[in-house]
């Protein structure tokens, strides 16, 4: 069986959105199979790579270049590698939803956050 070329990768938000719609989260990345992994704590101003922010906006990779294409999302180019700010990358994402779904979105966090205590 052929290994997974990247990381499993599992985005966790740590605070509920504020008035724009912009939190903060963690990314963990489970590496291998002996069951490493790393987090890392993102704030509005990180760059996130494109794997990165391919996951948070539930897209893959293709498409989000798709969107770069188009220039429906900012990105910072270095070398060959593209960089995109996480503020910018929350912005599309709350313009992708309905106004239905991020209330559902909310409620769900909400209820998690309520199981925890």
Do not use: C
Request: hydrophobic share 35%; aromatic share 8%.
């Amino acid at each position: 069986m052929a290994k997974p070329r990247f990381a499993q990768m599992e985005v966790v938000v740590d605070n509920p959105p504020d008035k724009h719609g912009l939190t903060t989260f963690t990314i963990i990345r489970n590496i291998g199979r002996s069951g490493h992994h790393y987090e890392r704590h993102v704030k509005l101003d990180d760059l996130l790579s494109s794997h990165e922010a391919a996951q948070v906006l539930r897209i893959s990779v293709r498409h989000l270049y798709r969107l770069v294409k188009e220039g429906r999302i900012k990105y910072k180019k270095q070398n060959t590698h593209l960089w995109f700010v996480s503020r910018d990358v929350q912005r599309v994402l709350a313009s992708s939803f309905s106004r239905t779904s991020l209330v559902v979105e909310l409620s769900s966090f909400q209820t998690a956050r309520e199981g925890v205590r």
